[in-house]
């Protein structure tokens, strides 16, 4: 086949694509693995689509106030039943993630609550949420108070100060999945499971609420299998599978999800109205693409690490580990190498290729920021991007890839504006 000769077209060299291409050869087993998961899901979405009998007529648009929607209806069952839970809340009107954890917070806590997370600091956007830098609208402003226990130094759980933490003003428990941004692990199902297990123990009736994103789909398990009673996410990440254009999702017990729908809307109104304006065949497609669409970018993720570490990077996690989201650290140490890395990752785009990422000062951070994205759906990181702060340790958050092929041509591109901007010097094919 003449694929090398398109990737030359492309302008890979030869010596990118012979050293990219021990590395494959070596990840086979993993990559077999990881389309092992992705088929047991792909059945599991399936089955519940079945189970709900979705059909043509559930793809049609509602406007106004959207009452009797067989769509919206159809699509939380389907959510519901893939997750193993009593309800699900999966809307448009669910601006983003950091708005779906915002909603599931407010509608389950009350004045007087507390808010616990036993697992350190929370994603960023949620730090004006729960009020830790002050915002209007504020949990805090709601007199809810918060606490944390951060991690033990080697990414564990610190049960001693989690019981010592929990007290009678505990109503909930949030467990972030996901590293996002930060540089400790990303926990597992079981770990999870393992931490809610411990904290019902001593408070059987808190809430247990897991910020989901990143994660969906990359164990055949998800948390609310292990005892979470929400689980919460992003529909232009993970679960959207690359269709869904907006929107976001909480799954979990009827009466979590009541309070959300409640607050979503409004008391008394509920889950019985919101317009679908024509994005549920968007939704119901992303979601039965989400299996596959997941193993590719985790494919990605882990060809990265392969790659650079055989050059010398550190990345977090390493090429070894095994996945449990889809975003990989890579350290790059410089400036220079961050830029040359996303000029790489922007110029594999099927979107926006043409364009020359640059770091640029951006509100809420101390230092500049370099982003490479091409996406079809605006600031969608289940398609193929790469971002960063650029100051020590240089490291780069390389996610995404809706194909693993496509993935594949981030990072050989990447690795071929590192040559070229002289950081790399490869042996000649
Ligand atoms: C992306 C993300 C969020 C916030 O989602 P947005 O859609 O960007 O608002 C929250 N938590 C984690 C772990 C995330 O990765």
Known sequence: MDTQKIYHELGISSAVLGFCRSAEEELKPRFAAIDAIAEYNQAKVVAAMQKNRVSAECFAASTGYGYNDLGRETLEKVYADAFHTE???????????????????????????ELYSPVGRPYDTLEEVIGIRPCKGSLAEYGITYRETDLLPDGTFDYENIRRSINEKTKLVTIQRSKGYATRPTFSIQQIGELIRFVKELKPGVICMVDNCYGEFTEIIEPSDVGA???????????GGGLAPTGGYICGTQECVDQCAYRLTAPGLGAELGATLGLMQSFFQGF??????????????????????????????????????????????????????????QSAAPVDSYVTPEPYPM????????????????????????????REPYAIYYQGGLTWAHAKLGILMSLQKMCDAGLITLPEA
């Open 229 to 239: 009673d929400m689980i919460v996410g992003s529909l232009i990440k993970n679960p």
């Open 87 to 113: 309800a699900a809340l999966v809307r448009p009107q669910i601006t983003c993630g950091t708005h779906a954890l915002a909603l599931a917070l407010a509608a389950n806590l009350r004045p007087g609550d």
């Open 363 to 390: 509100p809420g951070y101390d230092s500049e920021v370099i982003m490479a994205a091409g996406a079809f759906v605006q600031g969608s990181s289940i398609e193929l991007s790469a971002d960063g702060p650029i």
């Open 288 to 345: 039965f693409l989400a299996p596959t669409v997941t193993a590719s970018a985790v494919k990605g993720a882990i060809f990265a690490a392969s790659v650079y570490e055989k050059l010398g990077y550190r990345c977090v996690p390493s090429s070894a580990e095994t996945r449990h989201d889809i975003i990989q650290a890579i350290e790059l140490r410089s400036k220079e190498a961050m830029v040359a890395f996303c000029k790489g990752v």
